[in-house]
């Protein structure tokens, strides 16, 4: 019985100086850290620059939007825009609501806002999506 005693505590012992890191430091944290904040302040993830043309460089009336284009960015952001996928896998890509182009064709500014009611991107958008 007191063989089992001893077993019992000198296991709990080792339990408890198992969790606390041997050094007296709370769990988890960095060596030579008591509170964890140097793990903390260095795994802060860094943000991305988003990455790509300069919008306007690309949107320019009677220029070619290139057949590879994705985005653009513009003051130091993704610009918004909104694309049609096209059933012959290029893309319809409205940018600002002011200009148009489908990937490989000619960018249009028309002279009427919004440019979706223009019956020329009426054209541009069915012969994009079939409808």
Known sequence: MRRLLLVTATATVLLLAGC??????????QPG???GSDA???AAPTPDAPAGPDCDAIWQAGSTLPAD??????DGEDATQDVVACLDGSSL????????????QEIVKPDVAPLQDTDEFGAAYSACTGE
């Open 93 to 104: 890509v409205v940018y600002l609501d002011s200009f148009y182009a489908v990937t490989g």
């Open 69 to 74: 284009y994705t985005s653009c960015v513009a």
């Open 20 to 29: 606390t890191g041997g050094d007296g430091s709370e769990p988890g944290a």
């Open 40 to 42: 903390a302040t260095s």
């Open 33 to 35: 850290s008591t509170d």
